[in-house]
């Protein structure tokens, strides 16, 4: 039974992968699509961020800093240091015919993506974690800004399956890592805040804050 419950999920995953990695190939997302997955495009909005808890927000911008780096750890590191050796799932250009791969944009050739990237492991997606992450972490204290990230978090993913570097049950799986990591770091922020920080701060509160 459990077999080919299995079976069925991993047949529906391939098929959606199929589906969104060739069946919707355009021009339009051809460029749009690794611009999206490239990390180091965030960069920049990283570091502003970082910034303005440091610099602008005062006591409880530092917290939240502090608990940003803690989230990092869990929803990087341990997503590709731990869960995928566990795991060990090929991605789905190393393990399906016909597959499509593009090369992210400021990396290499499609070629040698492939040559470098052919023996790494997808399951979960380190993008889909970190992104949903931070989405579900910051939108614990600013609501407005939670949410923003939470539409960029899906199309981080949705950009990872038209590369044809990961099955959408990756996806699913690192943004449950993710959101998981974000709402306990969270959690363990605003306690800390509560009980160490200003007394009258009332942005770590149960509802956080805008």
Do not use: C
Not at 80 to 91: C, D, G, H, I, K
Not at 122 to 137: D, E, I
Not at 153 to 161: D, E, M, N, Q
Request: hydrophobic fraction near 55%.
């Amino acid at each position: 039974m459990l077999k080919d419950v299995l079976a069925w999920a991993q047949a529906a995953d391939e098929a959606l992968f199929r589906l969104l990695n060739i069946g919707w190939v355009n021009p339009t997302a051809d460029w749009l699509m690794p611009w999206v997955s490239e990390i180091r495009l965030y960069l920049v909005p990283l570091i502003v961020l970082a910034a303005w808890l440091a610099l602008r927000q005062g006591v409880r911008g530092r917290y939240v800093l502090l608990g940003l780096a803690s989230l990092f750890l869990l929803t990087d590191w341990v997503t590709t240091s731990v869960w995928r050796p566990l795991f060990s799932r090929l991605r789905p250009y190393a393990a399906l015919e016909g597959a499509r791969v593009l090369a992210q944009t400021w990396r290499l050739t499609d070629a040698g993506f492939l040559a470098q990237a052919a023996d790494s492991f997808g399951l979960p997606s380190a993008h889909a974690a970190n992104s949903l992450g931070l989405a579900v972490y910051l939108g614990r204290f600013y609501h407005r800004l939670g949410l923003a990230l939470v539409g960029l978090a899906l199309l981080v993913g949705l950009s990872r399956i038209y590369l044809g570097v990961h099955y959408p049950g990756d996806l699913l799986a690192g943004y449950a890592w993710g959101g998981l990591s974000g709402w306990a770091v969270a959690r363990l922020v605003a306690g800390a805040a509560r009980k160490w920080g200003p007394a009258q701060d009332s942005r770590f509160s149960g509802r956080g804050f805008d």
